[in-house]
Structure formats: C-alpha cells, structure tokens
C-alpha cells in the first residue's frame, strides 16, 4: 500500500462545475498536508496547504482535512479550462519530515 | 533571490556512465529532497536530508547517491546509469514540515 494514495482519474468535468479531489494517506502522525498542481512539462506549484482539521478556503479553492478518517480532499468551484492539470496531494511525515507525495489526479475541464 | 535552481535541464547518458545533478536553495531551508517523476506514478523521494550532514534514504533510493555538501547544496550522483533511470528528477527545499519549493527538473535520458 502506498503511503499517500490519490485517484489517478482522468477527472473530467464541464466548466463551471465543482471538481472534487481526493487523497488517503497512511501515517497518523502526519501533521502537515498539501495540494500541488502540476501543468505538463513543468514543476509542481502550491495551491494549499491546511494543517487542522477541517476546511481551509482561499478564492476557488477549499481543502479539507480530517485526521480521524486520514483523509484529505480539494475542491475546485466554478471549474476553468486553465485549471486542467494534475493535481498532487502531499503529506508530510510525522516523525521523519518526509514529505511524500501520491500519484497525482488528472484533472480536465471541459468548455 | 533565485529559489531552487537545478543544473543541468537536460542530459543524455550512456548505460554505465556516471553523472551528479546538483541543486542550490537560497532559502536558508534545513530540508532538501530529491525526487524522480515518471508518468503515472506522481513525485517519488528518493532522497531526504532533513540538516546539514544529514541524509536519508526516501522511497526509491537504490542505484543514488546523495551529498549535503552545506546549508544550500544537495547533489544527486548516479555512478552507473541504467535505462530504468531515466526520468525527470526534481530538487525540492522546505522548512521543517512546511510546504516544498521546487526547482525546474532535469530531464534525463539513459540510453
């Protein structure tokens, strides 16, 4: 079982929709969590980082946490075709500081 | 300020061949990471060093080495390349358990 486990889709989702994305990680002491995106051929950037349980929201974007159940997920509102990428969850390792990440969510938004 | 900077972009090896990749951070971070991407399978750490003088070994670390050379400098070396090798590695830095800067890849081939 991988530590960081994500739906490697394709997510597919006309514009304007919500797209839900999902994350399970494996390590309870895990203390800090994100979300990158990735557009082909280029690096990953931060979209959110949330650390508490429960929703953490900023413009479009909403993480969620919840420790209990390991489980982290994003939601995207109002879904653009620029937001078509791959969308990594990332979990930072309690007692190592290891951050691991899962296989990615590909994400396409359809006009 | 340049972030997390990677040399070389490209580079093209012979099966046997050796080659270091080096990364700079000038985020005065503790942590730097080294991880591999190919398709489908998200970010994979191969690396870790959570300290100056420290190093650990990450999820797929056979066939690497690595050197915290100081504060600012993480290297990679392959000593002997195999085709199973080539892929796009990333550098990465952070502060303990915050989010990870990443430099621009290197995308390596091994024939």
């Known amino acids: 079982q991988k530590e960081v486990e994500q739906n490697s889709g394709p997510l597919s989702v006309p514009e304007g929709a919500i797209a839900s994305l999902n994350c399970t990680y494996s390590?309870?002491?895990?203390?800090?969590f994100f979300w990158y995106r990735q557009y082909s051929g280029k690096s990953p950037e931060l979209i959110m980082s949330?650390?508490?349980?429960g929703d953490k929201e900023d413009g479009r974007f909403t993480a969620q946490l919840n420790k209990a159940s390991q489980y982290v997920s994003l939601l995207i509102r109002d879904s653009q075709p620029s937001d078509s990428a791959t969308y990594l969850c990332a979990v930072n390792k309690g007692n190592t500081g290891k951050l691991i990440f899962g296989q990615g969510t590909t994400l396409q938004v359809k006009p | 300020n340049a972030g997390v900077t990677q040399t070389p972009k490209f580079q093209v090896l012979k099966t046997g061949q050796s080659m270091t990749l080096q990364c700079a951070q000038d985020?005065?971070?503790?942590?730097m990471y080294w991880y591999r991407q190919d398709p489908g399978m998200g970010l994979r750490l191969i690396y870790y060093?959570?300290?100056?003088?420290?190093?650990d070994k990450g999820e797929v670390p056979n066939g690497y080495n690595v050197s915290r050379l100081n504060k600012r400098e993480f290297s990679l070396r392959l000593e002997s390349a195999a085709p199973s090798q080539t892929s796009v590695y990333f550098c990465?830095?952070?502060?303990?358990?915050?989010?990870?800067?990443f430099g621009p890849g290197t995308r390596l081939t091994v024939t």
């Open positions: 060093s959570a300290s100056e003088g420290t190093t």
């Open positions: 390590d309870r002491g895990s203390q800090s």
């Open positions: 990465a830095s952070s502060e303990a358990r915050r989010r990870g800067y």
């Open positions: 985020m005065n971070h503790n942590s």
């Open positions: 949330i650390y508490s349980n």
